[in-house]
């Protein structure tokens, strides 16, 4: 129905022209899908130009954060092959039987003895990739122990290495998680590798070789256009950006690739791009963070492939197309136009990293500092107490690198956003050096060129207009919260922010947060990543939580899960029996809200929310010692216990109709 609808909405030169690009896109697959049966799909005659490094001085870098004990943790599980993947927890991703399960559904692993002659490729591989990858198998360590790059490590659901990448294949049974495999194929823990190489000097030539193993495995179980990693070209870029940076950070440290192992690194780099470049994920109507990656990964691929063929034309182009991308979907106060805090983060790390690079290439730049610095601030703002993104929207817990620790115990916490705070403060020549994120604020330093000026900050004028009070007479149903502030002064050093184009207003004291969202579904409408959490509110009193948003918890494992978790029933604002926008499938959901915005200021604040026949006036009053939540709408309401946690031992809150 959705098709159907966008297609009346197209005049017949729209549709002609479609059908035409379909057409010609299908004919293509058709091909490429009958050459791949019967060859090998990796490039054999890429001619041997060298890799270039990025030119990063290591001894510039600042290590700081990355505490050797800490690090020594981590090292010890990548080298056993576990990996914590979208809050699995450490588990090994090896050939054996071993996942816990998702929802009570678990699935068989596929449980081999990965030998050294490879000879296990047969039953895992389509037949004409075989013999190239046994080759590269035999290169590899003897002890070495292979990782199996296409099951979901939750539920044990596995892809099958002889899946052609299009159509893209969801699993086919409840709880299996695309997004998991997708997840450890970024490579994010190379980078990573390369910088306990640095700090764990005792460990160095273990690392060293682990790293080299660990990408001839990849390479070998992963011919391009087979299997779950060839299926999105997001998560291709952002591998490509992962093994660019790792080997260029062991380059400028003295560890070089064997010249074999060089050349497979730079023929399946050219691979990578190649493919993105022929299946960038855009649309004459949309584009997202989907192809932001797309692009960062051609522009990070070609940096290194400066000498080989087509590569000028893909850096070209992503450096082009990623200036046209920020200003399309950042708003002009910064924020992301996608509706989720946290797709904000990570379009933001995307783009300060392509940024940073297309300067160290001398690429023509023209930067936005204005909506950059917006960008930065909008984190800074959503940054809670406990130092975590307040959650609007969806949350895939996705970084484009994985550098510095989050949290401090040995899970990482995927709601910091102080890593991209970090990259994001190094294009500012006013703004210190932040406390977390030394790794990625220095590394990003030592790309931008030192000829070039850094921008100077300053606050984007943000919109003060507020909408007039309409009479509210009809709105007879009511009633109020009164939250104590436990002796804590909720007035001392308060302050307000605005972002009126995203639909977030936060008031910020030493013994507050407080953050209403009005945000609007995002992606022009589509709402793939927005939540019906319109009026919903997260708040602190000193530093203890009373109202948080429960997050996203699942994509595609489960359908039903997803949409209790984006229904308004999950979020902290009132409920009626019916959602604020109805879903039309995982990733969209009908555009019927409207917000306004009549009064904000650091004591008062009043929205409102419509949706079909139902009117929702939220009114909240900041006193000294108290903070009083005042709802009244058209319909008979109540408030849902799922969604609202109150932390242990703040009993005082009190509600009354």
């Not at 000028?312 to 182009?317: A, E, G, L, P, R």
């Amino acid at each position: 129905m959705t098709r159907i609808k966008k297609i009346m909405q197209m005049t017949p030169k729209q549709i002609i022209k479609k059908s035409i690009c379909k057409i010609r896109r299908n004919t293509y697959l058709s091909i490429l899908w009958v050459h791949d049966q019967w060859f090998d799909t990796r490039k054999n005659n890429v001619r041997q130009r060298g890799l270039h490094p990025l030119l990063i001085p290591a001894d510039n870098l600042n290590f700081s954060d990355m505490i050797p004990e800490r690090a020594l943790q981590f090292w010890e599980h990548y080298r056993k092959h576990e990996f914590d993947i979208l809050g699995s927890g450490w588990v090994d991703c090896g050939y054996i039987d071993n996942a816990r399960g998702f929802e009570g559904n678990r699935y068989s692993g596929l449980v081999l003895d990965t030998d050294i002659e490879g000879r296990f490729l047969k039953e895992v591989l389509p037949l004409c990739c075989v013999k190239k990858s046994q080759q590269l198998w035999k290169m590899i360590d003897r002890e070495y122990r292979g990782i199996d790059w296409q099951k979901d490590i939750k539920s044990g659901y596995r892809w099958k290495n002889r899946d052609w990448f299009y159509p893209l294949k969801l699993a086919d049974q409840t709880g299996g998680d695309i997004k998991v495999p997708w997840e450890l194929g970024r490579l994010q823990h190379l980078p990573r590798l390369s910088i306990f190489y640095h700090v764990l000097p005792d460990y160095r030539e273990e690392i060293f070789s682990e790293y080299c193993n660990q990408i001839l495995d990849f390479f070998a179980q992963n011919p391009i256009r087979w299997g779950v990693q060839s299926m999105c070209s997001m998560d291709m870029g952002i591998r490509v950006a992962n093994i660019v940076l790792s080997y260029s950070l062991f380059e400028a440290q003295g560890a070089h690739l064997p010249d074999k192992l060089a050349h497979i690194t730079e023929e399946y780099l050219y691979d990578m791009c190649h493919h993105i470049y022929h299946n960038l994920e855009r649309s004459d109507e949309f584009t997202n963070n989907h192809y932001l990656a797309d692009l960062a990964g051609l522009l990070y691929g070609s940096a290194v492939l400066a000498e080989v063929s087509q590569s000028k034309k893909w850096k070209d182009f992503a450096a082009r197309e990623l200036q046209k991308e920020f200003l399309k979907q950042f708003h002009e106060e910064g924020t992301n136009w996608e509706g989720s805090t946290f797709y904000h983060r990570l379009s933001s790390e995307i783009i300060a990293w392509s940024y940073a690079l297309s300067l160290h290439l001398g690429l023509p730049t023209k930067l936005d500092g204005k909506r950059l610095y917006g960008a930065l601030r909008f984190l800074q703002e959503l940054t809670r107490p406990d130092g975590l993104l307040t959650a609007i929207g969806d949350n895939d817990s996705g970084f484009f690198f994985r550098l510095s620790f989050t949290g401090k115990e040995t899970s990482e916490k995927p709601n910091d956003a102080n890593p991209t705070i970090a990259a994001l403060a190094a294009f500012f020549q006013d703004i210190p050096e932040p406390s977390c994120g030394k790794i990625e604020y220095s590394l990003l330093k030592e790309l931008l060129p030192c000829h070039w000026e850094q921008l100077n900050h300053s606050k984007p004028i943000l919109s003060s207009t507020l909408n007039r009070v309409e009479a509210m007479e009809y709105l007879k149903y009511c009633k109020k919260k009164k939250i104590s502030s436990k002796g804590y002064d909720l007035t001392e050093e308060i302050h307000t922010a605005a972002f009126p184009q995203f639909g977030v207003y936060i008031i910020k004291s030493k013994n507050l947060y407080l953050c209403l969202s009005l945000a609007d579904n995002g992606q022009g409408g589509i709402g793939g990543h927005a939540h019906n959490d319109k009026l919903s509110i997260e708040l602190f009193v000193g530093g203890d939580v009373v109202y948080e948003d429960p997050g996203t918890y699942v994509y595609t494992a489960s359908v039903s899960l997803r949409d209790q978790y984006r229904s308004v029933k999950a979020h902290n604002t009132i409920y009626i029996g019916i959602e604020q926008n109805d879903f039309l499938d995982t990733f969209s959901m009908n555009n019927e809200t409207k917000c306004k915005i009549y009064k904000f200021s650091e004591r008062h604040i009043l929205a409102e929310v419509r949706y079909q026949k139902v009117i929702h006036l939220r009114e909240i009053l900041i006193r000294t010692q108290e903070i009083e939540i005042i709802d009244t709408c058209n319909c008979e309401f109540y408030y849902p216990d799922y969604g609202i946690k109150v932390c242990r031992g703040y009993g005082n809150i009190e509600c009354s109709d």
